[in-house]
């Protein structure tokens, strides 16, 4: 009989910091609206009841980036904004992560022109892209939910390892999610169907 | 098929459309006949008059299409014109202002003037030349104040001065900005090095190439994340 057995009947559970972490950041995470064009108009809406990005924990927009760290760029970034977006982007508190709403912010979209960033990965670190012109909200807690997905396996006090007396380093905590099929564990390198 | 036409077992899942798919097309007007869709507010005879009479010479070239007046003037004489059409002829309100590149070898650059005399309801467009070695044009701020953004962004995108503008500096591309980006020979995608990126890191300088993501660069996050080798394990 193991320690977490004898615990379970107390309604004690044994567990990672990094898991617990990781479950509290991504369920939290508050967004930067980094509103630029008419894919705000969905981003509103996928923070709106209908919607309904609360599910997520994600529907405090918050327009100061101290208190932001999920930044959704959304919009076509011209030359002279895109200096702003960084600056916003320093500001922002780690860990932060970063969306690309829309072919525009993915891509330069139609806006193949002289004022047009040809895309804000140019100058952000992208983790997930949103094609469409504009996205569907739902394309939008898609994204949201990679997000979390990506936040739930990671580091996220292991990190401080680097810093610190070399101690022996351990996998990333993972969240024991189960594939639908049956008992295989879902992992960053299963993550996505790879039949 | 009517309703009553159905047998009456069946029901209905959808209504006929009655309507035409290819309309039929109107007879043709009459030459010399008033196109039947101008606006009667862009036909302003009585105003085309009253500058000739007042400034003769001056009104170079008087067009009418699609029964819009549009009215060619002097140069020189902008300012006295708008003053005129504003104060004796009630044009109080200044629509917009643009720049057109005609791409001539001389006055190859135009620039229009949309008036609107509200209480008749008419419309006037007036247009003047300037040509490339010279690109000035007198500003019209002294006449319609609402003249000063457009005139900056005609200064802007066409790289044509407006004497006498309280204000003149660009009003969309940075200030530092050397080309005029809607002039024909200024290229779609921009000259390379024109405008800074940000810097792909807190520290760094400002990135000159367009494109560092095609480039193999990429922005860093502030903090790092710790490699980790699973192998020692």
């Known amino acids: 009989m193991g320690l977490e057995s004898a615990l379970e009947q107390d309604g004690f559970l044994t567990t990672r910091v990094d898991a617990v972490v990781n479950w509290a950041r991504s369920n939290s995470l508050m967004p930067m609206p980094m509103g630029l064009a008419c894919c705000a108009i969905e981003m509103m809406a996928f923070a709106a009841p209908k919607y309904d990005v609360a599910r997520f924990g994600s529907e405090a927009m918050r327009f100061s980036p101290r208190q932001a760290d999920l930044m959704i760029v959304a919009g076509w970034v011209s030359y002279k904004m895109a200096?702003?977006?960084?600056?916003?982007?320093?500001?922002?508190?780690?860990?932060?992560?970063?969306?690309?709403?829309?072919?525009?912010?993915?891509?330069?979209?139609?806006?193949r022109c002289y004022g047009v960033v040809q895309g804000c990965d140019n100058f952000l670190p992208v983790d997930v892209y949103i094609a469409g012109c504009p996205p569907r909200p739902e394309a939008v807690i898609h994204a949201l939910m990679d997000i979390q997905e990506k936040i739930r396996n990671q580091y996220s006090v292991a990190k401080d390892y680097a810093h610190g007396d070399r101690r022996p380093v351990v996998a990333p905590a993972q969240p024991r999610l189960l594939a639908p099929e049956g008992e295989r564990l879902v992992t960053p390198e299963n993550l996505y169907h790879q039949e | 098929m009517s309703d009553d036409a159905r047998p009456a077992n069946r029901t209905s899942t959808h209504e006929t459309l009655n309507f035409h798919f290819t309309p039929v097309d109107p007879p043709k007007p009459e030459e010399g006949a008033i196109n039947p869709h101008a606006k009667r507010t862009t036909h302003v005879p009585d105003v085309v008059a009253a500058l000739k009479e007042r400034f003769g010479a001056d009104v170079h070239e008087v067009t009418l299409y699609a029964n819009e007046h549009t009215v060619r003037v002097a140069r020189e004489r902008i300012v006295d014109i708008g003053r005129f059409l504003k104060e004796e002829l009630g044009f109080t309100y200044f629509v917009d202002l643009g720049g057109i590149d005609r791409f001539t070898e001389e006055d190859r650059f135009e620039i229009f003037y949309n008036l609107v005399n509200i209480d008749a309801g008419k419309r006037l467009r007036?247009?003047?030349?300037?040509?490339?070695?010279?690109?000035?044009?007198?500003?019209?701020?002294?006449?319609?104040?609402?003249?000063?953004?457009?005139?900056?962004?005609?200064?802007?995108?066409?790289?044509?001065?407006?004497?006498?503008?309280?204000?003149?500096?660009?009003?969309?591309?940075?200030?530092?900005?050397?080309?005029?980006?809607?002039?024909?020979?200024?290229?779609?995608?921009?000259?390379?090095?024109?405008?800074?990126?940000?810097?792909?890191?807190?520290?760094?300088?400002?990135?000159?190439?367009?494109?560092?993501?095609?480039h193999g660069s990429k922005p860093i996050k502030s903090y790092e994340e710790p490699e980790t080798d699973l192998s020692e394990e």
């Open chain 2, 126 to 214: 007036l247009k003047i030349r300037v040509d490339e070695d010279e690109p000035v044009a007198p500003s019209v701020t002294g006449v319609w104040r609402a003249a000063n953004w457009q005139e900056r962004e005609c200064w802007d995108m066409f790289g044509i001065r407006f004497e006498g503008h309280p204000d003149l500096r660009r009003m969309y591309m940075p200030e530092d900005f050397e080309y005029h980006p809607l002039r024909k020979e200024f290229p779609l995608l921009g000259i390379p090095g024109s405008l800074p990126l940000p810097p792909q890191a807190p520290d760094a300088p400002v990135s000159l190439d367009p494109f560092p993501a095609a």
């Open chain 1, 83 to 111: 200096h702003a977006i960084r600056r916003i982007w320093d500001q922002m508190a780690d860990p932060k992560w970063c969306i690309a709403m829309g072919a525009c912010a993915s891509s330069g979209g139609m806006h």
